[in-house]
C-alpha cells in the first residue's frame, strides 16, 4: 500500500534528505568503524541469536500485548497496549542497550560511555553493562543529578560511575557534550551508547533495528488475537526510538500510525518540546533533523511533565516520515497527560510512565476517531512507577 519509504537507510546514512554524519574529522573514523562492525553483525545469525536471548531469558521477551477491557469499553475502540514497561528495568530502552553492549563486546571495545538527563537511559546502560561484564561511565548534568538523585544511586548500586557535568545549564545537552569529547579521545577502547535514534548515522539506524522487536512482536500477537492488523498505533515520541520501534514493521501497510509528541504547557506558550509538530530543519547532535531553534539556529529550552520526552531534536527518520505524511505527528499537553496517567491506573490496574501517557492521551482526546471494531494499539513504552512521588507532588499529596 504505501512505498517501502524508510526500510532502509539511504545512502551516506540518510533519511530523504535527513541524518547523515555532521561531525568533526575525529569522530568520523570512529563512526565508519561502527558503521562497518555494525553491518557485520545486522545480519549475522550468531549475533542474532546471542542477542534474542538476553531479550529472553534477561529481559524478559516477549511483552504481553494486552486487551484493555474497561478502556475499549470507555473509549469506544478495541484497545490493546504492547507492554513496554513489563521490559525488566520498566521502559522498551533496555531492548537497546543490550544490543550495543553486545556489538561493543563483539567489537573488543572495553568500556561504554553514555549520556543521561532524567537518568532512565544511564540506568539501562547500567544494566546492560553490568550483565555483559563492561565498566560503564555516565555523564549527567549536575543539575540532573540533584534532581535525579535516586538514579544516580540505582546506576552506583550496578556498578556504573556517574560523571556529573558542571559545564553549560549542567542538563542533558552538556553531557552529551561531554560524552563526545571522552569518546573522541578514547575511540579505541570505547564505545559510545546513545540512547535514541538520534546522533549520526549509524546510530539511528542501529536503535531502530534494536527498537523493531516491539513492531515484530505486535505483528505477531495482534494477528493471533484479531486475525488481521491493527487500525492504528498509537506511540509517543521523544527522540523517537519507542515510536520508529513499533512503526517501522507497519510502514508498508494499511495502518495508521501515530507519534504523539509533548506539547508541555501549550506550543503556544513555547514551553514544549514538539520537534516535529512546532521546529524547523536544523543540525544538532551530527545530524539533520527537526528541531526547536530560534531565528538564529540556537536551540531552545524544551519542557515537558515527561523526563524522558524533555529534548528539544527527534530522530531524523521521524523528520522523513513527517514530510511524507506516512506517519502523523500530534501533540498531547502536561494537563492531559496527568488525566491519561490516570485513567489507565483506574481503569486497568496499570500506572503508565508520564511518556507513554502522551499516547494514551491522544487516545482519549480523539477517541471519536476510533469506531467501536477498531483495534488501536497503544506502545506503553514504561511504567509510571518512578512518576508517583512526582504525581502526587503535584496534587498536594507529598
Ligand atoms: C526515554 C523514554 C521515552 C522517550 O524516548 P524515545 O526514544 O522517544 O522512545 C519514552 N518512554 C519512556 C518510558 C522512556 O523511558
Known amino acids: 500500500m504505501w512505498p517501502a519509504a524508510g526500510c532502509d537507510v539511504g545512502a551516506k546514512g540518510r533519511f530523504g534528505t535527513y541524518g547523515g554524519q555532521y561531525v568533526s574529522e575525529t569522530l568520523m573514523s570512529a563512526l565508519l568503524e561502527l558503521e562497518e562492525a555494525y553491518s557485520g553483525i545486522r545480519n549475522n545469525p550468531g549475533f542474532t541469536r546471542e542477542l534474542d536471548a538476553y531479550q529472553r531469558d534477561y529481559a524478559g521477551r516477549p511483552t504481553p500485548l494486552t486487551f484493555c477491557e474497561n478502556a475499549s469499553r470507555e473509549l469506544g475502540c478495541r484497545l490493546y497496549l504492547?507492554?513496554?514497561?513489563?521490559?525488566?528495568?520498566?521502559?522498551?530502552?533496555?531492548?537497546?542497550?543490550?544490543?550495543?553492549?553486545?556489538?561493543?563486546?563483539?567489537?573488543?571495545?572495553?568500556?561504554?560511555?553514555?549520556?543521561?538527563?532524567?537518568?532512565?537511559?544511564?540506568?539501562?546502560?547500567?544494566?546492560?553493562?553490568?550483565?555483559?561484564?563492561?565498566?560503564?561511565?555516565?555523564?549527567?548534568?549536575?543539575?540532573?543529578?540533584?534532581r535525579q538523585a535516586l538514579n544516580v544511586f540505582r546506576m552506583e548500586l550496578m556498578g556504573?560511575?556517574?560523571?556529573?557535568?558542571?559545564?553549560?545549564?549542567?542538563?542533558?545537552?552538556?553531557?552529551?557534550n561531554e560524552a563526545l569529547r571522552d569518546w573522541v579521545e578514547n575511540v579505541q577502547d570505547t564505545h559510545y551508547l546513545i540512547g535514541s535514534v538520534v546522533g549520526p548515522h549509524p546510530y539511528p539506524l542501529m536503535v531502530r533495528d534494536f527498537?523493531?522487536?516491539?513492531?515484530?512482536?505486535?505483528?505477531?500477537?495482534?494477528?493471533?488475537?484479531?486475525?488481521?492488523?491493527?487500525?492504528?498505533?498509537?506511540?509517543?515520541?521523544?527522540?523517537?526510538?519507542?515510536a520508529i520501534g513499533i512503526f517501522h514493521p507497519f510502514l508498508s501497510d494499511d495502518v495508521d500510525l501515530i507519534g504523539v509528541e509533548a506539547a508541555g504547557k501549550g506550543i503556544g506558550t513555547g514551553e514544549h518540546s514538539a520537534s516535529l509538530c512546532a521546529g524547523e530543519p536544523g543540525v544538532l547532535h551530527g545530524a539533520l533533523s527537526y528541531l526547536l531553534q530560534d531565528r538564529d539556529g540556537q536551540v531552545l529550552p524544551t519542557h515537558s511533565i515527561a523526563a524522558g520526552l524533555d529534548y528539544p531534536g527527534v530522530g531524523p527518520e521521524h523528520a522523513m516520515l513527517r514530510d511524507s505524511t506516512r506517519v502523523e505527528y500530534h501533540t498531547a499537553v502536561d494537563h492531559d497527560v496527568l488525566e491519561a496517567f490516570r485513567?489507565?491506573?483506574?481503569?486497568?490496574?496499570?500506572?503508565?510512565?508520564?511518556?507513554?501517557?502522551?499516547?494514551?492521551?491522544?487516545?482519549?482526546?480523539?477517541?471519536?476517531?476510533?469506531?467501536?471494531?477498531?483495534?488501536?494499539?497503544?506502545?506503553?513504552?514504561?511504567?509510571?512507577?518512578?512518576?508517583?512521588?512526582?504525581?502526587?507532588k503535584m496534587q498536594g499529596c507529598a
Open 82 to 146: 504492547k507492554r513496554e514497561d513489563l521490559v525488566h528495568g520498566g521502559s522498551h530502552k533496555l531492548n537497546n542497550t543490550l544490543g550495543q553492549a553486545l556489538l561493543a563486546r563483539q567489537m573488543g571495545r572495553k568500556r561504554l560511555i553514555a549520556e543521561t538527563g532524567a537518568g532512565q537511559h544511564g540506568v539501562a546502560a547500567a544494566i546492560a553493562g553490568a550483565v555483559l561484564g563492561l565498566p560503564v561511565e555516565v555523564y549527567m548534568g549536575e543539575a540532573d543529578t540533584q
Open 160 to 176: 556504573a560511575t556517574v560523571i556529573p557535568v558542571k559545564s553549560g545549564t549542567r542538563t542533558l545537552k552538556d553531557a552529551i
Open 211 to 242: 527498537q523493531s522487536v516491539i513492531g515484530r512482536e505486535t505483528r505477531e500477537q495482534v494477528q493471533k488475537k484479531e486475525g488481521r492488523l491493527p487500525d492504528a498505533i498509537v506511540a509517543c515520541v521523544g527522540g523517537g526510538s519507542n
Open 343 to 392: 485513567f489507565l491506573s483506574r481503569m486497568e490496574g496499570i500506572i503508565p510512565a508520564l511518556e507513554s501517557a502522551h499516547a494514551v492521551a491522544y487516545v482519549m482526546k480523539n477517541a471519536d476517531r476510533f469506531g467501536r471494531g477498531d483495534v488501536v494499539v497503544i506502545n506503553l513504552s514504561g511504567r509510571g512507577d518512578k512518576d508517583v512521588a512526582e504525581v502526587a
